[in-house]
């Protein structure tokens, strides 16, 4: 290189030197102004957040604050989306409602965070349940959790994630702690506009298999399936979201629960049960602003729990037949001459069962594609093989089916789960997983159309169609031989 001539690389970087000096003046400046415009994602002891004031989480995913859902008036503590400013994930005061904008959060003196109401004489309309502690301060995190910590310690003292309101985010729970009793659940809101507790809530069912169950109060009207390891059986959608979004279900002698993250680069996520009684899964479209919805229970008519009834199948391509049938060994407990449509009776089984006294020649009988039935009174060992499962359930007379509890392994799946009472609230489900149900060894042989629909005939209705028939061929007959 001659003196005096910059060779091309070096005046690239010299011509770049000014581009990345105004950056850093930019972000400089922006931290600067977020400073003087207060914006922070901590309270210290002794410092207040009043309406009009936020906390922003360090990456700015989430926002908590004061806001008013809807049409009403009324003013609510609460965490939103950043980017959704209508998307409330946490209410603090769901049942305590503020009239005006006289509220404020306060990490006091003693290190107790509370809400106090300053139009009510500085009443108390929420607090945090923890035992104060030195040198306490509040902080929202990226997560959208907002925490109380003694010190500089990364253990929380209380966590906004320990009291969901109506949605699930990346590492909240849903379950029992085993050591405390507590349980982690999800409560809809009233309506559009009251963010108080509804009539729908979503819990994680601890008995049997975990599997998510949604209730209207206290009625079940909707389960997920039961956990196989890898998802909840019916729920098999789950697999093209799984990547982004990994599914988890802890099982110890500390909790049982479930939960999900978020992997890297992943869009915004939200699990929420709606005052309309559904539970979704939505996903954050960055490019059109919008929540898109990748999930939702219920989905259709054979998701309603219990719909065909004891030993009943939902066919939710058979909607001409009620969406209901039998499976096989079982006939319509109603004998209604129309296709039934109440299908709380279910099913009855055709030919009683063969065994007494230690000794059985019943069989067993494979039901493809199943959402697996409900689990809640059934009994669960992961420690076994199918083939063992079969074993004991044959031994057992009060055994009614059996399935493999875990398909992580591939083939026919390992573990056992036993029914001894009704099957209830058994479904075709995509990718789903084989019932083997108990027969008579009468009932083995033929295999006959599955499943058989809830249709049962009147005996005039089968004489008649017997004479139309005899009638036809006897005209045919005559033709044939004029």
Not at 182 to 210: F, K
Not at 351 to 356: N, Q
Not at 461 to 481: C, D, H, Y
Request: glycine share 10%; proline share 5%; with cysteine.
């Amino acid at each position: 290189v001659e003196r005096g001539i910059l060779h091309p690389s070096a005046m690239r970087a010299t011509s770049q030197q000014p581009a990345r000096l105004l950056l850093r003046l930019l972000l400089i400046g922006f931290f600067l102004l977020s400073i003087a415009a207060g914006v922070t994602d901590k309270l210290e002891r002794g410092q207040k957040l009043t309406d009009g004031d936020t906390l922003v989480s360090s990456g700015g995913s989430f926002t908590l604050g004061f806001f008013s859902p809807g049409a009403s008036t009324k003013r609510y503590l609460g965490i939103w989306f950043s980017v959704s400013n209508a998307t409330v994930c946490w209410v603090a005061n769901r049942d305590q409602p503020l009239l005006d904008k006289s509220g404020t959060l306060l990490l006091n003196d003693v290190g107790s965070l509370v809400l106090l109401d300053g139009s009510r004489q500085t009443r108390t309309a929420w607090s945090s349940n923890f035992l104060p502690a030195s040198a306490a301060a509040v902080q929202l995190l990226d997560s959208g959790n907002l925490v109380v910590r003694n010190g500089s310690s990364s253990t929380s003292l209380w966590q906004s994630f320990d009291q969901p309101s109506d949605t699930l985010l990346p590492g909240m729970k849903l379950g029992k702690n085993l050591w405390t009793g507590g349980e982690w659940q999800l409560t809809s809101w009233r309506s559009a506009d009251d963010p108080s507790p509804g009539d729908y809530r979503r819990t994680l069912q601890t008995t049997g298999l975990p599997e998510i169950i949604l209730w209207y109060r206290d009625v079940k009207t909707y389960r997920t399936g039961p956990w196989n390891g890898i998802y909840f059986n019916g729920v098999p959608e789950a697999r093209a979201y799984a990547g982004k979004y990994p599914l988890l279900v802890t099982t110890s002698p500390w909790e049982i629960t479930y939960g999900y993250t978020a992997a890297p680069g992943a869009p915004l996520t939200r699990v929420v049960v709606n005052y309309t009684g559904k539970a979704e899964r939505l996903e954050w479209d960055a490019s059109s602003r919008e929540w898109n919805r990748i999930f939702q229970g219920p989905r259709d008519p054979c998701d309603e729990y219990g719909k065909c009834g004891p030993f009943g199948l939902c066919d939710p391509e058979a909607a001409s037949s009620g969406f209901c049938g039998c499976v096989d060994g079982f006939s319509a407990a109603n004998t209604s001459a129309l296709v039934v449509k109440d299908n709380s009776d279910g099913c009855r089984r055709d030919v009683a069962l063969d065994c007494a006294g230690g000794t059985t020649t019943d069989g067993f009988k494979v039901v493809p594609g199943m959402k697996l039935p409900d689990t809640q009174n059934a009994s669960v060992d992961m420690g076994v093989t199918l083939e063992e499962c079969r074993a004991r359930c044959l031994a057992d007379c009060s055994c009614l089916a059996y399935a493999a509890a875990d398909i992580r392994g591939g083939g026919d799946g390992t573990g056992c789960v036993r029914w001894a009472d009704a099957i209830v609230d058994l479904r075709l489900v995509d990718r789903g997983q084989n019932l083997y149900l108990r027969l008579s060894k009468s009932e083995m042989g033929g295999r006959k159309r599955f499943p058989t629909l809830l249709v049962a005939t009147t005996l005039p209705s089968a004489v008649t169609i017997l004479l139309l028939v005899f009638m036809i061929w006897w005209r045919r007959k005559n033709r044939i031989i004029g």
